[in-house]
């Protein structure tokens, strides 16, 4: 009898783990973007650091480097902003030299960009990022759309008329 709740309790586990591994493999094959760009939108540093562990097991290296620079934003030690906005740039700027035509990446560099401090000299591609989310923003998904309408109402660079 204890043999067969052993098998039982095996198999259940089984189970579990292979059900468990499923979940986080959909998760990592294919981005959330609605919890992202609601960390993005953030200055709740937990939501962001929450959503960083989910991206940082997915792989999705542009959107890590932009929540990585959003977080630079809220730390707190001159040292610790430096450090995230340098590793946050270097994913980012990666993603975007494997896939430069990813509208989405350049939204969030435009976004980061405007910004951004002067004194870290990353405002070169705003006019560049902000022409390719115009010219592609009807083709994006709503999730993206939504969040890049919800941008133009604050950006001095990105306006809701040039959307239409």
Known sequence: MRNYLKIRLAVACA?????ILNCTTVRAQK???APFYKAMASDNIDEINQELTVLA???NNGYEGALL???????????DKLAFFKAGRIKLETALLAEPENTD????????QEKAPKIVHYKADIEKDKELVVKN????SPVV??????YSKTSKVLKAEDLN
């Open 15 to 19: 189970f579990l783990f292979v059900f």
């Open 31 to 33: 981005l959330e973007k």
């Open 57 to 59: 097991d997915a792989g």
């Open 69 to 79: 620079m959003k977080k630079a934003s809220l730390a707190g030690k001159p040292k």
């Open 105 to 112: 990446l350049h939204f969030l560099r435009l976004v980061i």
């Open 137 to 140: 923003f009807k083709t994006l």
């Open 145 to 150: 759309q939504r969040a890049i309408v919800d």
